[in-house]
């Protein structure tokens, strides 16, 4: 009876000669359903040819679109390129700067920087950025969040310490605008923390404790979520430039700060954004 319908609906809705979203939800229903993986792939695909044709770009179309590669990503054929080939149809239905667009090709240079293709990897995210800064509306905060997510992708594909301060030092220009701060105003803390870090990896002590204390005094606010952050993050750089003594007297602070989601910072991050899971 289902392999019935799978063939009976379909054609039914073939001879209604009238696209519409209901109409790809049915053929897209049907593909669900249907145990062949050929036809089922077939169905999909009607359901989204619908969908572009009505102009519908929206969740459906982007799950429509998931689950055509969620059945083709296993064939040999696009067994390694199947995240560019499922981009490059987002890129051409929703748009290079679409935020299902930038998570599709986010997710995809971090695969490449796990298959050891890292200088791909680090061109893709920068490509990623620029369509980014491109959409339209404020995305700032969305910039911040890959500004800061780069860093760690850019990390993993080994990019020298000095692009990777760039992409922090771009982010603490943005985050510091009063229109993009965060409701937990931790955007700016925690790329001074990141910026902080890699300066000591330079031996720039000075300015690396330079961005400690900014982050210090930014993580006082009441409505600021980073202050046992900030505070273990410049007692450990203390430790490790041999100051000890004074490392301890903010251990101290750090036992004595609340802990907690007002005391442990919960930000949210490029994948919250962007409804994906980041490795970092």
């Known amino acids: 009876m289902l392999m019935l319908s799978s063939e009976i609906v379909p054609s039914a809705v073939a001879l209604y000669r009238k696209d519409s979203p209901e109409l790809a939800d049915v053929l897209e229903h049907y593909g669900d359903e249907c145990q062949s993986q050929i036809r089922q792939l077939e169905l999909y695909q009607d359901a989204l040819d619908m969908r572009v044709r009505v102009g519908e770009k929206d969740e459906k179309t982007v799950e429509t679109i998931s689950k055509i590669w969620n059945v083709k990503r296993y064939w040999p054929k696009y067994r390694d390129t199947w995240q560019k080939a499922e981009l490059e149809v987002e890129s051409s239905i929703l748009g290079r700067d679409a935020r299902e667009t930038i998570a599709t090709r986010t997710m995809w240079a971090i695969a490449l920087s796990h298959q050891g293709k890292y200088a791909q990897s680090s061109k893709v995210m920068r490509e990623n950025l620029s ?141 919250d954004l962007l409804g994906i899971a980041l490795p970092f």
């Open 131 to 271: 369509y980014l800064k491109q959409a339209p509306g404020d995305r700032s905060k969305e910039i911040v969040s890959m500004l800061e997510h780069m860093n760690g992708i850019f990390r993993m594909n080994g990019e020298p310490l000095k692009a990777r301060v760039a992409l922090l030092e771009e982010a603490i220009k943005i985050s510091s605008s009063a229109k993009s701060k965060s409701p937990f105003g931790v955007d700016e803390v925690k790329s001074r923390l990141g910026l902080a870090s890699l300066l000591g990896e330079m031996h720039d002590y000075d300015e690396a404790e330079k961005q400690y204390r900014i982050a210090l005094k930014l993580s006082e606010r009441p409505d600021n979520c980073m202050r046992r952050d900030s505070l273990q993050a410049y007692s450990h750089f203390l430790f490790k430039i041999g100051r000890s003594r004074e490392a301890q007297s903010y251990d101290r602070l750090i036992a004595e700060a609340p802990t907690g989601r007002c005391g442990t910072s919960e930000p949210t991050t490029l994948g």
